[in-house]
């Protein structure tokens, strides 16, 4: 048998034909190193870099671990942002979709109280939060981890960043000590071990070198003026007409700015901030990852987590102040065997900036000049638009009932119907272009599983 499937762990049969069915067949390197330690019951230190398969990793261990039949808080998830926290939610769904009865929630600031109340009161196994919102639930006491075994720390490196090591040290308190713990960081920065210390014991470390190939990423240097990034960018976008884009900025109010110009130059760009409510981070999140918009806009701390297998493209739109960052942009791209192209737009008063990237990568960044290129190439308009249903999982909404509703009597076809994505209280489906009007004239004038729904098109 080969030790690098995952057939060959001691997992329940239930969850191998999951799995197998998911086409999770062999396993990535953090997965091959961490996982036979987790299902063994160590506590452990993992780095490895986002996309890297590292949810599978810690999502298998606590699913092993779990006792349907105990309706009490097993395992908790602590996450730096709500994308994030959202993502890990979703694929622990999917791993467990096999295993009976198993309920899981998600605690993140920016989301409303009441459903998370609901959700708590009626017994959960699985929590997935951020440390602010899951710390203000014990402290009202309404989450409860006297049951606790496995408590998982993912992305603890930028957890660190923000601030959140105390507020980690408080959800342990109440915590039992005895319980398998997970942190998984993408780097392992001064500080790591104050939050490290006390949380693990004897644990066991591994670390799995960045998955992002450097020759399969062609970074540019593209040198502008300070006033020139705007047109610049418009150009870049124009020339490459990539089929999916981040665009990185520094600030709030630069990102904000930059997809409003790009709008009006006719791109489909969206702008992931932290000023959005949960609602629209969701909207956001969905359209740019199912294909309705190519280009998302977004700071360091908002695209944290983004599950976006493949990316035609990044461009730093401003240079990062911190070298270790302006590398986890890049390595966004030229991922799953696919070439990527990485381009940083840089002003004279870049330069000390950049001289701190090329020493951090060790490498020379290559300038070059917009010259030559077709700026006044047309903008690419997605082949996807999304369709918003009022109703989720709450209502009983399944994806099925969905592509039935759009390929029956609406008599769309199959390979017109993208990714639908379903949380508590929404629904979104991606359709091709040309038939987005018919696909919402049915979802309006129809039912869904015998329900009028209200449908808009986002």
């Known amino acids: 048998m080969n030790h690098t499937e995952f057939s060959a762990l001691p997992l329940a049969p239930a969850l191998i034909a999951n799995l197998a069915s998911l086409e999770y067949i062999r396993m990535t390197p953090i997965q091959a190193q961490s996982l036979p330690l987790v299902l063994d ?8 870099s986002t996309g890297s398969g590292k949810t599978v990793a810690f999502g298998l261990g606590l699913l092993s671990r779990l006792d349907p039949t105990l309706l009490a808080v097993q395992a908790l998830v602590l996450c730096p942002t709500r994308e994030l926290a959202d993502q890990v939610a979703r694929e622990l769904r999917r791993l467990a979709r096999t295993l009976a009865n198993v309920r899981l929630v998600t605690l993140c600031g920016g989301s409303p109280n009441g459903p998370q109340l609901t959700a708590l009161a009626g017994g959960v196994h699985i929590v997935v939060g951020t440390p602010g919102r899951v710390l203000k639930h ?80 062609v970074q540019q240097c593209i040198e502008v003026a300070a006033d020139q990034r705007l047109s610049a960018l ?116 870049d330069g000390y900036r950049l001289s701190l990237i090329e020493e951090f990568q060790q490498a020379a960044l290559p300038r070059a000049r ?48 993208g990714k639908i994505d379903i949380t508590e209280l929404q629904s979104y489906v991606a359709v091709h272009r040309e038939v987005a009007r018919q696909a919402l004239k049915q979802l309006q004038q129809g039912k869904i599983k015998g329900r009028s729904v209200k449908a808009r098109l986002l």
């Open 41 to 48: 019951g160590r506590d452990l230190i993992a780095q490895a």
């Open 138 to 217: 014990l402290d009202k006491g309404t989450l409860r981890l006297d049951a606790l075994t496995t408590l998982v720390l993912d992305e603890a490196d930028r957890m660190l960043d923000m601030g959140f090591a105390d507020d980690i040290h408080r959800v342990v308190a109440g915590a039992p000590r005895e319980r398998q713990t997970l942190l998984f960081s993408a780097t392992y920065p001064d500080g790591m071990d104050a939050i490290s210390q006390g949380l693990l014991r004897h644990p066991a470390r591994v670390a799995v070198q960045e998955s992002v190939h450097p020759e399969a990423i």
């Open 234 to 349: 418009a150009a870049l976008l124009g020339h490459h007409a990539p089929a999916s884009c981040v665009v990185f900025c520094n600030t709030k109010r630069s990102c904000q700015a930059v997809a409003d110009h790009l709008n009006t130059l006719g791109f489909a760009a969206l702008s992931l901030n932290g000023d959005l409510e949960q609602r629209e981070r969701d909207q956001v999140l969905v359209r740019f990852a199912n294909g309705s918009a190519n280009v998302l806009v977004a700071t360091d701390v908002a695209a944290r987590g983004l599950d976006i297998k493949e990316l035609a493209m990044v461009v730093n739109y401003e240079v990062s102040q911190d070298p270790q960052a302006h590398v986890h942009r890049v390595g966004r791209t030229g991922r799953a065997g696919q070439q990527g192209l990485a381009l940083t737009l840089a002003s004279p008063a």
């Open 370 to 417: 917009l010259d030559g290129l077709d700026a006044g190439a047309a903008p690419r308009q997605p082949k996807m638009v999304t369709l918003n249903i009022a109703g989720g999982r709450k209502t009983k909404i399944r994806a099925g009932d969905i592509l039935g509703a759009l390929t029956g009597e609406a008599g769309i076809a199959g390979h017109q119907v």
